[in-house]
Structure formats: structure tokens, C-alpha cells
């Protein structure tokens, strides 16, 4: 198996977990990108173990009392960005990257995407839910929309909205005006969204932008 460590990773005391009485822990998996909770599933030691060697998620199955690597057959596999444990110890979280964007063996990225029995996507971040709001407008369109108003004028329309609120961020933050920045970047926020969504490019894509130059 090939290792892809990260020193915060093997930085888990693996000893330490405070493991139940059938030596398991519960492991919440999140994507590192936009906050996703992808999926809940359980680890012993040996499995941790496995995780913090290889750099992707193994769990312990409790009704095949085996290891899996999740992903070995589906290749949806996770690759491990980070894990830290909550203040007792019992529990895990795991931010990973996820390979395919699927994390659910039923084809939905998040294992929990049920709302009183229907679909729905999982929460992510607040960017993230209003680019998937403003997608749906691009691909449903909806009278009176002012989203869809917006990508049916093209760039043109677009790129002005664009230049107009950042304008209006200069001037907000000249008025030194703590609620207009705040006003004012959301809207400059909400019309980038709007240009990405209509030249098709993912706001993960912007996030992996962003995570490199965090490095």
C-alpha cells in the first residue's frame, strides 16, 4: 500500500482513543474543501492504524467483522487530510478528500442526504449552498429569477455587476463602515458566484486554489 502521511495525521495517539467495549470508535468523515459531513462509520485501533500508514480511510465492519478501505471497489477512496479527536476521546473526525465526490455506496455524495425521506443535498459551507442555489437557476430556470436575469444577460452583465461591487467595497471600506464591508463583499461574493456558475467552474476548484496557496 502506498503511504501518503501527513505529520498532523501521524500526530494521533492511536493508545490514547478511548475505545467502547467492543474496542470501536465512531470516525465522522468530512470533506476538507466546503465542510461537508460525508459519512459516519466505525474504527479500532488496528484500522486507525492502517489510516494513519496509508493516508486513506479503513473502517472495521461490525456485520462482516472486517477491515474495508473505503473505496478499494468503487474507487470513491478517501485520502486523509487531517484527523483530530473531540475532548473525550471518543470520537473522531476525519477531513479527507474525496475521490469521485461520492461518498455513499448509494451513488449521493453524503450519506446523509435524507430529509424526511426525500433527497436533498448535505449541508456545506454558506459559499458553497448559495453556488449550488445559483447553479440551479442556470440549470432550472425560474421566472422572475434575478440569478437567472443575470446569466441570461451574459459577461456583459456579469462583469459590470462584478465591477460595480467591488467598487462598492472600496467605498464601504473607505467609510470604514464594519456593516456595509460586510454588505458590500457579500454581494461581490454572490455576483463571482454568478460568473463561475455560468462559465461552469466549481467552487471546489476555487477552494483547491485557495488550500494551495494557504501551503
Not at 466546503?34 to 486513506?56: C, F, H, P, R, Y
Not at 422572475?144 to 467598487?167: C, F, M, P, V, W
Request: some cysteine; hydrophobic content about 35%.
Amino acid at each position: 500500500m502506498s503511504a501518503s502521511k501527513s505529520p498532523f495525521v501521524q500526530s494521533i495517539p492511536v493508545e490514547k482513543i478511548q475505545y467502547d467495549d467492543r474496542g470501536l470508535v465512531p470516525a465522522i468523515v468530512q470533506d476538507y474543501l466546503d465542510g461537508t459531513v460525508l459519512m459516519m462509520a466505525w474504527m479500532n485501533q488496528e484500522s486507525l492504524q492502517k489510516t494513519l500508514e496509508t493516508g486513506e480511510t479503513w473502517f472495521w465492519s461490525r456485520s462482516r467483522q472486517a477491515f474495508w478501505n473505503k473505496g478499494a471497489t468503487s474507487g470513491h477512496i478517501q485520502k486523509v487530510k487531517a484527523i483530530r479527536y473531540d475532548c473525550d476521546s471518543d470520537a473522531l473526525l476525519v477531513t479527507v478528500e474525496q475521490i469521485g465526490d461520492v461518498a455513499c455506496h448509494t451513488g449521493e455524495r453524503s450519506c446523509f442526504h435524507q430529509v424526511k425521506g426525500e433527497v436533498t443535498a448535505p449541508p456545506a459551507d454558506t459559499l458553497s449552498q448559495v453556488f449550488g442555489v445559483i447553479c440551479d437557476r442556470r440549470d432550472n430556470p425560474s421566472e422572475g429569477s434575478y440569478t437567472r436575469k443575470l446569466l441570461d444577460g451574459g459577461d456583459n452583465k456579469i462583469l459590470k455587476k462584478i465591477g460595480e461591487e467591488a467598487a462598492e467595497v472600496v467605498m464601504a471600506c473607505k467609510d470604514d463602515d464594519a456593516d456595509a464591508i460586510a454588505g458590500e463583499a457579500a454581494d461581490l461574493l454572490y455576483h463571482t458566484l454568478v460568473a463561475l456558475a455560468y462559465h461552469k467552474v466549481d467552487i471546489k476548484a476555487v477552494y483547491r486554489k485557495l488550500q494551495e496557496r494557504r501551503r
